[in-house]
């Protein structure tokens, strides 16, 4: 069946603004990483030649080894305290009804819906004065406020999904509450885990208003030293800079990559919408 001259004008319009957004990213990063191995580039199309020095130097200048160590604690620390701490939360807030259920589902959404910044001045304030920001698990701490809540929301529809009858088989044959959740409970909700722990890395990896309220010099993650690079004192080489900026987007999708090898997202959704 042909489609009418309204339908082909709104597909090309979609198709042109869709192409018009890939190709402004496309430019964007690739500029960024053809400065970065670029000696000079000064009103021409392509840099006067190329060179790797410039990771040499962020890699040195930026004490990029520590911080990377740094963020991969940060992030496998956040990432599996969300999960142990929302999923539990996440089964109660769907199986259990209690006083104040609405008023404890509205407290979660608030790091959701609120700017982390309006939060995130009071939260590192308290944490100084208990002599945790500046450390890493300051940075942890902070981090989970916002996370936890992420994981709760996506997870409860995972569990209201599960058919209650199952449950109370398990129970009719012996089974407590520890051996229901981890025997019969965590293989079901094993893909809505999968996938709140992928959304909630990519975030953790993202969050730069709470890290850098509560980062000190030993616990900085890579997107707050990239910060620090583009705007502390002292003159800086743009190709380290950008070199240093590479050096993020390429850790971000390794984290990303080796998270889509154990979850689909297309399964995610299916599942999700049953």
């Known amino acids: 069946m042909r489609r009418s001259i309204g339908e082909q004008i709104w597909a090309c319009a979609v198709w042109t603004l869709v192409g018009f957004f890939v190709l402004n990213l496309v430019g964007m990063i690739g500029s960024v990483v053809v400065n970065s191995f670029g000696t000079h580039w ?6 006067a030649g190329y060179t790797s020095q410039w990771y040499v130097l962020a890699w040195n200048e930026f004490q990029l080894p520590d911080i990377l160590i740094v963020t991969a604690e940060v992030v496998g620390t956040v990432v599996l305290l969300s999960a142990l701490i929302g999923v539990p939360a996440a089964y109660a807030m769907a199986r259990r009804n209690f006083p104040g259920k609405q008023a404890v589902m509205f407290l ?8 982390p910044i309006t939060y995130g001045i009071p939260m590192a ?12 698990w300051g940075v942890i701490l ?29 129970r009719v044959f012996g089974a407590g509450m520890l051996r229901l959740f981890l025997q019969v409970l965590v293989p079901l909700l094993l893909p809505g885990m999968l996938a709140a722990m992928l959304l909630a890395l990519v975030r953790t990896i993202a ?7 509560t980062s000190g010099p030993t616990s900085q993650t890579l ?25 993020y987007m390429v850790t971000t999708l390794v984290w990303l990559l080796i998270a889509l090898r154990f979850v689909n997202p297309t399964q995610i959704v299916t599942r999700a919408k049953r």
């Open 42 to 47: 000064f009103n021409t199309w392509l840099p």
């Open 108 to 115: 979660f959404l608030l790091p959701l819906l609120v700017p």
């Open 125 to 136: 304030t308290v944490l100084y004065q208990v002599h945790l920001a500046g450390t890493i």
């Open 142 to 170: 902070a981090n989970l406020v916002p996370t936890v809540p992420f994981v709760i929301l996506i997870m409860i529809p995972f569990v209201e999904q599960i058919d209650p009858r199952i449950e109370a088989a398990a």
């Open 207 to 213: 969050m730069f208003e709470l890290t850098f309220l």
């Open 223 to 247: 997107v707050v030293a990239l910060y620090y690079a583009v705007f502390a004192a002292g003159v800086r080489p743009g190709q380290s800079i950008d070199a240093m900026a590479v050096v």
